[in-house]
């Protein structure tokens, strides 16, 4: 089983839906939680970053963290087509650790 | 934007051919890592740096080589092309200490072609 399993979609919505990108884990010692974003032949960029369990919002996007489920959530309100990209969950076990990434979910926002 | 940049971009190569990709980043940052990347899968991380002089292997098995000698500058090496290195590589570099834990910056990526 891999350590972090994630549905590479890909994933097609209309403008203004909201979005649920998720990823689910096997190991209960992952402290550190992030989302990446990836454009098309661009390198990956932080999107949201948690630690441990609970919710973060920044705008539009809002990352969830449920430690007892071993899932974690980005949602992505009033989606626009300029959200079209990959989205990358990672996860590490300390603040230094390296990060295992899921293989990401391509997401595509139709005007 | 994040300051780090990997040069070539893309690059098409025949079997057997030594090749170096370059990453470097202006942002003073004590670690660098690289990372293979292919289509629908996991990035995983082949190798990493503390610092200069410091290396080490990442998770994926890789017959590439890094060095660090200066801390703005971590290119990797392949000595010997061949067609199963073809992939994305990704560079990225985070500072050593930084409260919660660091932030790793990507580069745009080396997509490699071995023919």
């Known amino acids: 089983q891999k350590e972090v399993e994630q549905d590479p979609g890909p994933l097609s919505v209309p403008e203004g839906a909201i979005v649920s990108l998720n990823c689910t884990y096997s190991n209960s010692a992952f402290q550190y939680f992030m989302w990446y974003r990836q454009y098309s032949r661009k390198g990956p960029e932080l999107l949201m970053y948690t630690y441990s369990s609970g919710n973060k919002e920044d705008g539009r996007f809002t990352a969830q963290v449920d430690k007892s489920s071993k899932y974690i959530s980005l949602f992505i309100r009033d989606s626009q087509p300029s959200d079209s990209a990959t989205y990358l969950c990672a996860m590490r076990y300390r603040s230094q650790g390296n990060l295992i990434f899921g293989k990401g979910t391509k997401l595509s926002v139709k005007p | 934007e994040a300051d780090i940049y990997q040069t070539p971009r893309y690059l098409v190569i025949g079997t057997g051919k030594k090749i170096t990709l370059e990453c470097s980043q202006t942002m003073g940052h004590d670690k660098m890592y690289w990372y293979q990347q292919d289509p629908g899968m996991e990035l995983h991380l082949i190798h990493y740096s503390y610092g200069v002089n410091s290396t080490e292997k990442g998770d994926l098995s890789s017959e590439s080589t890094v060095s660090r000698i200066r801390t703005e500058h971590f290119p990797l090496t392949l000595e010997s092309a061949r067609p199963s290195h073809t992939s994305q590589y990704l560079c990225?570099?985070?500072?050593?200490?930084?409260?919660?834990?660091?932030?790793?910056?990507f580069g745009p990526g080396t997509r490699l072609t071995v023919l």
């Open positions: 990225a570099s985070s500072e050593y200490f930084s409260g919660e834990g660091d932030t790793q910056y």
